[in-house]
Each structure stands twice: as structure tokens, then as C-alpha cells.
């Protein structure tokens, strides 16, 4: 099965301070995206960024950017000057044929 | 303009009943996605659905599920014969008709609970 790996279940980050959240994932397609949803807990699920895998560029959403490492399959979230409302489950997605989710990652941040 | 709309928010099923869970897309959105997500789990896709057409149903069990979505009104999610482990989180998103790489949007899910 080609798969989404999110190695980190949780992390925590200060107020104002940067997190990193990881993600690799698997394909035999040149034609890919992946994206960033964000679930709090109202759980809905919000999207937060979308990079083509096409672009060599990273994507770019106010304070929420991307590493986009093609070769190596990984696609990491940074979260610039965190704020309380980032406090959420966030997951790594890749579509292909279909668009297949990682297990997600429980951020909080610390006031 | 309404984003997806999924109703109802909340149901509760005696085991043997039916569940029916329905969803409209976003105005200008020809392609519906249904997801099921279980407790602590990210989610994991069950049909593709284009008016009057399932396009990929590989995610979808065998029996007792089935999805449709007319030329008119919401596309339908139904459950038969409901058990305990159907208790999850069903999402429905809905994408513009792309090339079927469409950012996918997505509803605020039905709980379902089986008693």
C-alpha cells in the first residue's frame, strides 16, 4: 500500500515560537499533490496549505509554510509565531488517484 | 457561498438499523468524496461519486454500504444493518470538475454512534 507516514503522534510548541511537523509519504505517480488539513476540535477538517508536486517552489500560507522535498518523499508543515488557535490535530494527505491521509499529529500550544 | 453540507450532524443507530448520511457539495462541485474516520485516526477514503456515476468505490466494504449521487439532490451514504464498529466519523468532501486533482473541501462530517 502506498502510504502517508507521520512519525510524531503529538508535539507541543510555545506561544509565538516555530514548530515543524513532519511527513514522508509513498507514490509510483509523477502526478501528485499534498496537502495539510487541520482538524481542531470541532473536527472539521480545514485546509491549511497545498503544494503541486510539480512545482519546485514551496508553498506559502501567511504564517504556515512547506518543505518539499521531492526526492525524498517529504513533505514537513512549519508553523511561524504559533499562535493558541493553532491547537489541533493536523494531517499530511497525498492525492494520486485518491487522496490517502497519515495518521495525523496532536499539536498544542503552550500559553 | 455554502461551503459542504452534511446532514444529519449527529445519529444514534440500534444495531440491525439503517444509517442514511447525506451530503451536498459546494455550488459549482461535480465530484463528491465519502471518508470515515475512526477514533485517534486520520481518514481513509471509501467512494468517489460524479453525478449519476461511482467512479472508484475500493474503499467502500463489501456489504451493507452503498453510495449514490443523483442528477438532483445530495449524494447519499447508506449503512444497512448497522453494527458497533460502523461508530466513526463520516466525511464527505466535494471538489470543482478539474482533472480529478481538485483541492477537495470538505464537510463537517456525521457522527455516527451505534448503541
Known amino acids: 500500500a502506498q502510504t502517508v507516514t507521520q512519525s510524531q503522534p503529538e508535539m507541543s510548541v510555545q506561544e509565538a515560537e516555530t514548530v515543524t511537523l513532519s511527513c514522508t509519504y509513498d507514490?509510483?505517480?509523477?502526478?501528485?499533490?499534498l496537502f495539510w488539513y487541520k482538524q481542531p476540535p470541532s473536527r472539521q477538517m480545514i485546509l491549511v496549505i497545498r503544494?503541486?508536486?510539480?512545482?519546485?517552489q514551496n508553498a506559502t500560507e501567511n504564517r504556515f509554510s512547506v518543505n518539499f522535498q521531492k526526492a525524498a518523499k517529504s513533505f514537513s508543515l512549519k508553523i511561524s509565531d504559533s499562535q493558541l488557535g493553532d491547537a489541533a490535530m493536523y494531517f499530511c494527505?497525498?492525492?494520486?488517484?485518491?487522496?490517502?491521509f497519515g495518521k495525523g499529529i496532536t499539536l498544542s500550544v503552550r500559553p | 457561498n455554502a461551503g459542504v453540507m452534511q446532514n444529519p450532524r449527529h445519529l444514534v443507530r440500534r444495531r440491525g438499523q439503517e444509517a442514511r448520511l447525506r451530503c451536498s457539495p459546494m455550488?459549482?462541485?461535480?465530484?463528491v468524496y465519502w471518508y470515515r474516520q475512526l477514533p485517534e485516526e486520520g481518514l481513509k477514503f471509501m467512494v468517489y461519486?460524479?453525478?449519476?456515476?461511482?467512479?472508484?468505490e475500493s474503499g467502500m466494504p463489501k456489504e451493507r454500504f452503498s453510495a449514490e449521487f443523483p442528477k438532483e439532490g445530495p449524494s447519499i451514504l447508506r449503512i444497512q444493518q448497522v453494527v458497533r464498529g460502523d461508530s466513526a466519523a463520516y466525511f464527505c468532501?466535494?471538489?470543482?470538475?478539474?482533472?480529478?486533482?481538485?483541492?477537495?473541501?470538505f464537510g463537517p462530517g456525521t457522527r455516527l454512534l451505534v448503541l
Open positions: 461519486l460524479q453525478k449519476e456515476n461511482i467512479i472508484d
Open positions: 494527505a497525498r492525492l494520486d488517484s485518491k487522496l490517502t
Open positions: 503544494q503541486e508536486a510539480y512545482k519546485q
Open positions: 455550488k459549482g462541485h461535480s465530484h
Open positions: 468532501a466535494s471538489s470543482p470538475p478539474t482533472s480529478g486533482k481538485g483541492t477537495q473541501y
Open positions: 507514490t509510483s505517480e509523477s502526478d501528485y499533490y
